[in-house]
Nanobody, 122 residues
Framework: QVQLVESGGGLVQAGGSLRLSCVSS????????MAWFRQAPGKEREFVAA????????YYADAMKGRFSISRDNAKNTVYLQMNSLKPEDTAVYHC???????????????WGQGTQVTVSS
């Protein structure tokens, strides 16, 4: 059974930082690209960032460039999302997901986790 468990969300003031983690039990984790998506109430799912299986390639949505950083540790089956300079509009449930890099950067995924809530107060 595919399982991704996200953590690290919470309540933070605007301008603050959070680091999200996603631990995978997927057997193919070290060969899968991974990504973060987010979904706010009443809004569509939004792509945030993706990272290739080796970590050598990353891709960000324009609104996150320069503020968010995605990384991974294949020895720990974990992908991270460092979020800095947070804004109230970053409030959403953040999900990690896995698939090929080409599919992830166009918003597709083979599997994803239940998510972790991030709330940014003004």
């Amino acid at each position: 059974q595919v399982q991704l468990v996200e953590s690290g969300g919470g309540l933070v003031q605007a301008g603050g930082s959070l680091r999200l983690s996603c631990v995978s039990s997927v057997r193919t984790f070290s060969s899968d690209a991974m990504a973060w998506f987010r979904q706010a109430p009443g809004k569509e799912r939004e792509f945030v960032a993706a990272i290739s299986w080796s970590g050598s390639s990353t891709y960000y949505a324009d609104a996150m460039k320069g503020r968010f950083s995605i990384s991974r540790d294949n020895a720990k089956n974990t992908v991270y999302l460092q979020m800095n300079s947070l804004k109230p509009e970053d409030t959403a449930v953040y999900h990690c997901a896995g698939d090929s890099f080409a599919r992830l950067i166009v918003g597709e995924y083979a599997y994803w986790g239940q998510g972790t809530q991030v709330t940014v107060s003004s």
